[in-house]
C-alpha cells in the first residue's frame, strides 16, 4: 500500500496527500527520496486528511531543497485558502477508494467523494 501521493501543483509547489492515518515521518525516508523533492526546490503542501480529519490543521506547508524538508520553517495553511488542494486530493481519493472504508472520514464525506464532490 501506498503512503502518499504526490501530485506537482507547478513548478515550485508539490502536494503530498497522505494515505494513511500513519503521521509523515513513519515514512518520510520515501516522501525526500521522490525525485521531485529529490532534484528541486519550492514548497511542500501536505495534506493529512485521513491523519486529522477536515480540520483546521489538515494542510500545512513546508519548504524543501534537493532532498530537504524543513519542517521547522513549517505552517498551517488557512482553511480558506486549500480549495485548490482539497479538489486534487480528492480526485486522488476517489481514484483509491479501497482507503476511505475504514477511514477517518464520516459517511456524508464518503458520500459526498463518491458523488463527486470534494471534501
Known amino acids: 500500500m501506498d503512503n502518499f501521493a504526490v501530485y506537482k501543483i507547478n513548478k515550485s509547489t508539490i502536494l503530498l496527500l497522505?494515505?494513511?492515518?500513519?503521521?509523515?515521518?513513519?515514512y518520510i525516508d520515501d516522501v525526500i527520496n521522490q525525485n521531485e523533492i529529490k532534484h528541486s526546490c519550492g514548497i511542500l503542501i501536505v495534506d493529512q486528511l485521513l491523519v486529522v480529519g477536515d480540520e483546521d490543521n489538515r494542510f500545512f506547508s513546508a519548504p524543501f531543497c534537493y532532498g530537504e524538508i524543513f519542517f521547522n520553517k513549517s505552517k498551517p495553511i488557512c482553511p480558506m485558502a486549500t480549495e485548490q488542494y482539497k479538489k486534487i486530493s480528492s480526485e486522488i481519493l476517489r481514484s483509491k477508494n479501497d482507503l476511505l472504508e475504514y477511514s477517518i472520514l464520516s459517511d456524508r464525506q464518503k458520500d459526498t467523494l463518491d458523488a463527486g464532490g470534494f471534501i
Open 18 to 26: 497522505c494515505l494513511t492515518y500513519d503521521s509523515i515521518f513513519t
